[in-house]
């Protein structure tokens, strides 16, 4: 059985601040795929990442940074000098090779305050 | 990138009429589609994976003849609420899967259906 825990329901921070959102996940498969989804107020998920599990590098688009640690079995999202744009809410996801459900995180609601 | 979009947005009927929710992905072709529902501050909850031409899988505890999936080309599905109730008021979202990148679904910008 797969699981995905995002434990911080909401996080607050003040505009420019950096933020991490933390993503645990539990897999008995060697192969499987780790992605974040970011949903703002209008509803739609939005593609951020995806990541494999033969690719351990760590990934920085812009202000965006994932760090995935298979050692802990984390897939850490941070966003450097946050913008009130990056107010959404945040899942982590992930998929079993072979399988074709994702198997979300509960999500993390991250308001930014200007 | 690849789009999904979704038809209508929003839709607003009266207890015991059925709604039609057009799923397209619109600059690649998706082999499987997925329909999930999500309530307000919750994650989403797959109802049906959607295979062309063959008949959906739902997950368990999802009334099938309620929820009526379509997948006729690999560019749509459709998911129709038979004799809606307030209960099913939701947003629903679909996700289409790119058959040359299988491993990410796009998401649709989702449709909420509101039943009086």
């Known amino acids: 059985a797969q699981k995905v825990t995002q434990a911080q329901t909401e996080i607050s921070v003040v505009e420019k601040e950096d933020v991490t959102l933390d993503c645990v996940y539990e897999t008995r498969d060697t192969t499987y795929y780790l992605f974040w989804y970011k949903q703002p107020p209008s509803g739609e998920l939005v593609f951020l990442i995806r990541r494999n599990s033969f690719d351990e590098q760590n990934e920085i688009s812009g202000r965006y940074s994932w760090n995935f640690q298979k050692s802990t079995s984390s897939f850490n999202f941070t966003i450097t000098a946050s913008q009130v744009v990056d107010s959404a809410v945040y899942f982590c996801a992930l998929l079993n090779f072979g399988n074709e459900k994702l198997t979300f995180g509960t999500g993390t609601r991250l308001t930014i305050i200007p | 990138g690849a789009v999904v979009s979704q038809h209508p947005s929003w839709v607003i009927c009266k207890s015991g009429t059925s709604v039609k929710i057009e799923c397209r992905s619109l600059d690649f072709q998706a082999t499987t589609m997925f329909w999930y529902r999500q309530f307000p501050k919750q994650s989403l909850m797959l109802m049906a994976t959607s295979n062309e031409g063959s008949k959906a899988t739902y997950e368990q505890g999802v009334e099938k003849d309620k929820f009526l999936i379509n997948h006729a080309s690999l560019t749509l599905s459709t998911l129709t609420v038979t004799s809606a109730h307030p209960e099913d008021s939701s947003f629903y979202i679909c996700?289409?899967?790119?058959?040359?990148?299988?491993?990410?679904?796009?998401f649709g910008p989702g449709t909420r259906l509101l039943v009086l």
């Open positions: 996700s289409a899967r790119d058959h040359q990148t299988l491993e990410t679904q796009y």
